[in-house]
């Protein structure tokens, strides 16, 4: 039996709309001698020759406006396509075109009464919105559409694209709002494949949002029907979102035995972006497990270089991400910089505002504690006190620019940072570098912050459980709190400032915040944080503290004195 061609069948585009000759194909139908135009129209449109649409694109024009009272579905065809050609090509001012011309397809589809079109010229529609953060104008188009025919008879691929645009916006929490709302409907009223897609999509936003638990059972009602279909592609979303969700929640185990199923099928598929993504999940499984360090730098870097090959920088971006904080795990400090400061490259290029932002201020921030960690722990540096100090000038620098961007997302609407520890990162390098009002300042945000986040937060991974989801408590401080009892662990001693280091801190802000226990200031409590335990985590020699006679130094630590006093 010869070998089977690898080359991949002919997908005609999601959003392009197929033939509108068969519309014109009477001998009645008027401007019959324009019809060679509309079929190199269509054959462009087929073939996602987009450029070449659109040169020819003003003629097919001249004949739409003609045809707009006598045949409205094949004109709604065209501008639809011409729309969607605008959407692809990106030119300057391409998605104003695009709005436009899909906003004509809609005029028409409603005018020949064929709701089919207009939901693709909606979801076209919604989709330029968004990428131009008009998010409000795309949700008030799809309430308005499923308004006018009815969320249930609204073709599922619809609902998923739409859901999907606002997952990559960033927007989880109303991409979530539409699929778990209308879940009796998708259970109800959708075949077993659309519903499998929506159940992936569900729990995959859900583990986007660390919210680990809430993603456990739709993953689990997907992966049976995945099974059942014979849909590899679906199963393997599942075993890889089942091994992520165990892998975050502690439960390594079951992580791995779900990634190497995962890694098995996506070998079979032939699928190397898939394959490398499911090596990204398994490096992060191995590199939480003490003495595993090493083997997650060899997955990870086998992940990195299969996602090069596979065109997408965000996810490249991503990966090189993590393997920068697994070389930080064996003091590989060159190794981990160059990493990241790639990472940190490729972001500035992505043209999505919100993924840049979010993006750019995790990578600034894993920098930031890179530089800081190399300064607290590179016993071949001492002696050298101003590379030292360079050191944690580019530790601030990059932790300011993170902070900067997870302002502009809070700004925006969305979330940026997960959890408050930039403000930790940035009160222990500007206590180093001798700015003890600004140390205090950050402490007392990262503090300020930590209580706030309140009892469903676990402090080792971040996520929010539900309001009646059992959570391990630090019985001292009062404050920590974890999803399982192998994140309470696993917190307890991993890292310089892990929460046995923090947990007396957190246990004496929580007394000055009640008021139980007003004999302790800010500034004996901090002084005595920076002093007697910040310090003594550092590996190597102290180097002495820059501007430490500083008379604005003196000023500033009055005013911080008073910070945070009930």
């Given at each position: 039996m010869g070998k089977k061609s690898k080359r991949p069948n002919r997908i005609k585009p999601k959003n392009a709309v197929a033939s509108t000759t068969h519309v014109l194909a009477t001998p009645a139908a008027p401007l019959a001698r324009e019809r060679v135009l509309l079929v190199t129209f269509d054959r462009l449109s087929d073939s996602q020759d987009w450029q070449g649409l659109l040169e020819i694109a003003s003629k097919v024009m001249t004949v739409a406006k003609i045809l707009e009272?006598?045949?409205?579905?094949?004109?709604?065809r065209i501008y639809h396509n011409i729309g969607y050609a605008h959407k692809e090509l990106d030119l300057a001012g391409g998605i104003e075109q695009a709005i436009v011309y899909f906003q004509k397809s809609i005029e028409m589809a409603k005018k020949a009464g064929n709701e089919k079109f207009q939901v693709g010229g909606s979801l076209g529609l919604a989709e330029c919105y968004l990428k131009t953060d008009r998010t409000e104008k795309a949700m008030e188009l799809h309430d308005s559409l499923c308004a006018e025919i009815g969320w249930n008879l609204i073709n599922?691929?619809?609902i998923l694209a739409f859901s999907g645009f606002l997952q990559l916006n960033y927007d989880y929490l109303r991409a979530l709002a539409i699929l778990e709302e209308n879940l009796n409907i998708i259970e109800s009223s959708w075949d077993i494949r659309m519903q499998c897609r929506a159940y992936g999509m569900i729990g995959s936003m859900h583990l986007t949002t660390h919210d680990?638990?809430?993603?456990?059972?739709?993953f689990e009602r997907q992966l049976p029907i995945a099974k059942e279909i014979k849909d590899l592609e679906l199963k393997s979303q599942a075993l890889n979102g089942l091994g992520d969700m165990h892998g975050?929640?502690?439960?390594y185990g079951n992580a791995v035995k779900y990634l190497e199923q995962d890694l098995a099928i996506r070998s079979e598929m032939g699928d190397r972006f898939g394959l490398g993504m499911t090596y990204v999940g398994m490096g992060e499984v191995l590199i939480a497990q003490e003495g595993r360090e090493k083997?997650?730098?060899?997955?990870?870097?086998k992940a990195c270089g299969i996602v090069k090959k596979c065109d997408n920088p965000e996810i490249l971006s991503e990966t090189l991400l993590k393997l920068g904080k697994a070389y930080v795990t064996v003091d590989a400090w060159d190794d981990a910089i160059t990493a990241l400061k790639k990472s940190i490259s490729i972001i500035q290029s992505f043209e999505n505002v919100r993924a840049r932002n979010t993006h750019q201020g995790l990578a600034n921030q894993v920098l930031g504690q890179t530089y800081l960690e190399q300064y607290c722990n590179d016993a071949s540096l001492l002696g050298t006190p101003g590379k030292r100090e360079e050191l944690l000038r580019q530790a601030s620098f990059f932790s300011d620019a993170a902070l900067d961007s997870y302002r502009i997302c809070e700004s925006e609407g969305y979330t940026g940072k997960d959890d408050p520890t930039i403000y930790l990162d940035l009160a222990q390098e500007h206590y180093f570098l001798g700015n003890v009002y600004n140390a205090h300042f950050m402490l007392t945000a990262?503090?300020?912050d930590t209580v706030k986040l309140g009892p469903s937060h676990c402090q080792t991974c971040h996520q929010t459980c539900a309001k009646d989801a059992h959570m391990e408590k630090c019985s001292v401080c009062k404050v920590a709190r974890y999803c399982s009892r192998a994140h309470s662990i696993?917190?307890?001693k991993k890292g310089r400032l892990?929460?046995?280091?923090?947990?007396?801190?957190?246990?004496?802000?929580?007394?000055?915040?009640?008021?139980k226990n007003t004999a302790v200031v800010c500034k004996e409590l901090f002084s005595n944080f920076f002093e007697s335990v910040l310090v003594a985590t550092l590996a190597v020699a102290r180097v002495d503290v820059v501007n430490a006679d500083d008379p604005n130094v003196v000023e500033n630590e009055e005013e911080s004195s008073k910070c945070g006093q009930a």
């Open positions: 009272n006598t045949h409205p579905s094949a004109v709604g599922p691929a619809y680990f638990k809430k993603s456990k059972p739709y975050s929640m502690g439960d083997e997650a730098i060899k997955v990870l870097e990262y503090l300020e696993q917190a307890w892990c929460h046995k280091v923090m947990c007396p801190l957190l246990k004496s802000w929580r007394k000055i915040t009640q008021g």
